[in-house]
T-cell receptor, first 115, second 112 residues
Framework: KAGVTQTPRYLIKTRGQQVTLSCSPI?????VSWYQQTPGQGLQFLFE???????NKGNFPGRFSGRQFSNSRSEMNVSTLELGDSALYLC??????????????FGPGTRLTVL | DAKTTQPNSMESNEEEPVHLPCNHS???????IHWYRQLPSQGPEYVIH???SNVNNRMASLAIAEDRKSSTLILHRATLRDAAVYYC?????????????FGAGTTVTVRA
């Protein structure tokens, strides 16, 4: 079974621009989560989507948004980029379960550099 | 949230076993113990998880103490590819625990 894929792998943008990142989950996984990882802050949760609906949201400004399509693929968008948005953006997918916390499977990430 | 404590770093020789400890003295009865690792310049990778009994998979073994206040991740024969930061976390099955939060983890170095 193919793993989680993310595109693009690397991206360089300038302040004020916007960016869209894409994630394709493992086949059959309906939950997709997005994380931001930086050396200083570690892994921080952005949001989680399930069946095209945002179920949970982390503590990030409204410039960060996302969506999920009917095939479970997901995109996240960052508008009006700031230097501090430079980070590794990770997507993770999991099967849905109402009880037992199932493992999350991560993609390789998109390395975003804002100049 | 229940916390975990791990050593900052560990070293091992190639093809030798590695035992990574994790303390979680405030674990609750509904907490699962999950392990992830992150290789340099890659996304985190799920390794193994368990609740009460010891668990084995193709990557590693997880030994859970009888009182569940500690656990040990065992890599049976370390390879250079196992050099990574290893994270031990608790995930509550009762609380709809939907997000992961990693601490500093243990940095494992494997010597050839």
């Amino acid at each position: 079974k193919a793993g989680v894929t993310q595109t693009p792998r690397y991206l360089i943008k300038t302040r004020g621009q916007q960016v869209t990142l894409s994630c394709s989950p493992i086949s059959g996984h309906r939950s997709v989560s997005w994380y931001q990882q930086t050396p200083g802050q570690g892994l921080q949760f952005l949001f989680e989507y399930f069946s095209e609906t945002q179920r949970n949201k982390g503590n990030f400004p409204g410039r960060f948004s996302g969506r999920q399509f009917s095939n479970s693929r997901s995109e996240m968008n960052v508008s009006t980029l700031e230097l501090g948005d430079s980070a590794l953006y990770l997507c993770a997918s999991t099967r849905w379960s109402s009880g037992k916390p199932l493992p999350q499977y991560f993609g390789p990430g998109t390395r975003l550099t804002v100049l | 949230d229940a916390k975990t404590t791990q050593p900052n770093s560990m070293e091992s020789n190639e093809e030798e076993p590695v035992h990574l400890p994790c303390n979680h003295s405030t674990i609750s009865g509904t907490d699962y113990i999950h392990w992830y690792r992150q290789l340099p310049s890659q996304g985190p990778e799920y390794v193994i998880h368990g609740l009460t009994s010891n668990v084995n998979n193709r990557m590693a073994s997880l030994a859970i103490a009888e009182d569940r206040k500690s656990s040990t991740l065992i890599l049976h024969r370390a390879t250079l590819r196992d050099a990574a930061v290893y994270y031990c976390i608790l995930r509550d099955s009762k609380a709809n625990d939907y997000k992961l939060s990693f601490g500093a983890g243990t940095t494992v170095t494997v010597r050839a």
